[in-house]
């Protein structure tokens, strides 16, 4: 994928040359530390292809696609500190490096961060990049928000998990292509059905993630197999067998889902019920509805061919994938 790997270098590139203030260094060299961890730093990339495909070159959007990036990870170092995290990317958090106040400091600042990268535009650009920003944010919050109120409700339904994950997830997958279409000045028309196509993959792309942690590869995953189940996190998977299940099914189901047990019969007792109760065809089935959403979007986007066919390619990889 020729394009999304020239973003990502320069992506990589603009972070590595962040000049930080360094006082006071506990505030600043938290955020530097997260930054160069590495990850995709898929978000960023989506928005410096999204300026391309609408004739605009990839550098105009550096600022805007660092901003969603310094939001990604300020997003994840108060994720770890709500989950009690030890690891991110193979390295400790920054509220385990440093500690728990800093963490939430640091993560404060990196937010405001964002917003100031917006401040190397002109001002009409600026506005509509900090009101998409601000309702993302909002909204990534109340997904937050829902997916810690799931844990203790007995009656989530389908309908709501994906709204959680739309917003806890998706949206800011939308919003990092359609600030590359802001920052490129297109059509209404074109942000739209832009930030639709990429709202639908990340709705996607969430779905593949908890199929994956229940039925991934352990060698590639990359995080611990059976996970959500261990957590008692009520994926598709889970509301799903709930509503294909029988009534011996569904006791059995619930009872695991009462315990704290971290266990690997627990695991493969619930993985066991996914089975029988036929929703690994369902999360598939849903996986492509989305994706084809996604993908119809892009096809009526009035954009290059060969832009068409990189995401469409990478649009397919990211269903496809095991890690």
């Known amino acids: 994928m020729k394009y999304i790997d020239r973003y990502r270098d320069e992506i990589a590139n603009f972070i590595e040359n962040i000049q930080y203030k360094k006082n006071p260094d506990h505030l600043y060299e938290p955020i530097e530390y997260i930054l160069n961890l590495g990850g995709k730093r898929i978000r960023s990339v989506l928005t410096l292809f999204s300026a391309e495909i609408f004739n605009t070159p990839s550098t105009k959007a550096l600022y805007a696609a660092v901003a969603i990036e310094m939001f990604h990870n300020f997003s994840l170092i108060h994720d770890d500190i709500m989950d009690d995290a030890p690891l991110r990317r193979g390295n400790q958090t920054v509220h385990e490096k440093w500690n728990l106040n800093t963490g939430i400091l640091s993560g404060d600042a990196m937010l405001i961060l964002a917003y100031q990268y917006f401040e190397n535009y002109p001002p009409a650009i600026f506005r509509e990049l900090a009101q998409l920003f601000s309702k993302t944010a909002l909204e990534v919050c109340e997904g937050q928000q829902w997916d810690i109120d799931f844990e203790t409700r007995k009656d989530v339904s389908i309908e709501e998990y994906i709204q959680m994950i739309d917003y806890k997830t998706a949206v800011l997958v ?18 739209q059905k832009i930030y639709d196509f990429g709202r639908y993959l990340g709705i996607a792309f969430q779905l593949q993630d908890d199929y994956l942690d229940a039925f991934g590869d352990p060698l590639t995953f990359g995080k611990q197999i059976g996970g959500d189940i261990l957590e008692n996190k009520k994926t598709y998977l889970y509301l799903k067998a709930l509503e294909n299940a029988n009534d011996n099914q569904k006791a059995e189901l619930i009872k695991w889902f009462s315990t704290t047990e971290l266990s690997k019969e627990k695991v493969d007792a619930v993985k ?45 990889n990211l269903m496809n994938r095991t890690v």
């Open 174 to 191: 939308g919003a990092a292509f359609q600030m590359g279409a802001i920052v490129a000045e297109t059509t209404k028309e074109n942000k």
């Open 272 to 316: 066991q019920l996914f089975v029988e109760t036929g929703v690994i065809a369902d999360s598939e089935n849903l996986i492509k509805e989305y994706t084809d959403k996604a993908l119809d979007l892009l096809n009526q986007l009035d954009i290059a061919e060969d832009y068409k066919e990189e995401l469409r390619e990478f649009s397919l």
